[in-house]
């Protein structure tokens, strides 16, 4: 089975998934940002785009790479943490686990209110995500963010993080597979 951890940036999906790894015997974690890191060295200079969930192939791979990991691990769970606010991309990657044989999603949307999300980007201190331009990128997000909720309330089990420490929605989590 593949547990997607969805939300914006700052939602918690990193620290839940760490949580979650240790709730669940047996589970991996996936990293589908690594897909897209490979691809924007082959298709950046050909293909531009503002994110690399943009290329079908980024799509695509995912889903090829999640079923081969199942398979090669014997079945998970695989939790993955990932950002997908475009409705259309979210339906290829379920639609792509749903062909045969199908794999089990369990899709969780981290909600954490505007506020609360600027805060925590604004305050993050992490190398990687503390640039001035990775700050930006992210505090963009929001506003994608709550434009797709809408329709991530019908795709997902919503669970709210704004005042909820990572270990407690790892057990939510855990708690509802």
């Known amino acids: 089975m593949i547990v997607w951890l969805n939300g914006t940036f700052g939602a918690g999906k990193t620290t839940t998934t760490r949580h979650l790894a240790g709730l669940l015997p047996g589970s991996y974690v996936f990293d589908a940002e690594q897909v897209g890191y490979l691809l ?37 769970p695989l939790i993955i943490p990932q950002t997908v606010l475009t409705r259309a991309y979210w339906d290829e990657l379920a639609n792509g686990f749903a062909t045969e044989p199908a794999v089990p999603v369990h899709h969780f949307v981290l909600h954490t209110d505007p506020d609360t999300l600027a805060h925590r980007i604004t305050t ?32 997902a089990h ?16 855990a708690g509802r597979l």
């Open 40 to 76: 924007r060295g082959v298709l950046a200079g050909r293909h531009p785009a503002r994110n690399f969930q943009e290329w079908h192939p980024w799509r695509s791979l995912v889903v090829a790479t999640a079923r081969e990991l199942l398979g090669f691990t014997g079945g998970g």
């Open 158 to 173: 919503l669970i709210d993080t704004t005042h909820t420490p990572p270990a407690e929605v790892a057990r939510t989590i």
């Open 124 to 155: 993050d201190t992490a190398p990687e995500t503390s640039t001035p331009e990775a700050r930006q990128w992210r505090l963009a997000h929001i506003e994608r963010y709550t434009a797709a909720l809408p329709w991530l309330r019908t795709e």
